[in-house]
Nanobody, 112 residues
Framework: VQLQASGGGLVQAGGSLRLSCAAS????????MDWYRQAPGEQRELVAS???????NYADSVMGRFTISRDNAKSTVYLQMNSLKPEDTAVYYC???????WGQGTLVTVSS
């Protein structure tokens, strides 16, 4: 199983980024997927999740600003991040809910 995360970068506060996580080696369409993040010196936290039936959940800190979605034909989960804040700076990881496979992480840096 491989999860390849991409789309991170440096953005100014108020800007947007779209993260992608492409999966291989799994039957993606039946797997619930999560996005986590880990800021420097902090514990990893759950940001957003999407089930195989496309039910979504969000951390309070990103509600209304981030949107998780999936494209089963491309075996890819996305995280659209709008109105970014400096406190969103972190390494973002995708994860399969089943078996807890993790991607390698992609760094998001939001400057003030």
């Amino acid at each position: 199983v491989q999860l390849q995360a991409s789309g991170g970068g440096l953005v100014q506060a108020g800007g947007s980024l779209r993260l992608s996580c492409a999966a291989s080696g799994i039957i993606f369409s039946v797997i619930d997927m999560d996005w986590y993040r880990q800021a420097p010196g902090e514990q990893r936290e759950l940001v957003a999740s999407i089930t195989s039936s496309e039910t979504t959940n969000y951390a309070d800190s990103v509600m209304g600003r981030f949107t998780i979605s999936r494209d089963n034909a491309k075996s890819t989960v996305y995280l659209q991040m709008n109105s970014l804040k400096p406190e969103d700076t972190a390494v973002y990881y995708c994860r399969t809910r089943a078996f807890s496979y993790w991607g390698q992480g992609t760094l998001v840096t939001v400057s003030s």
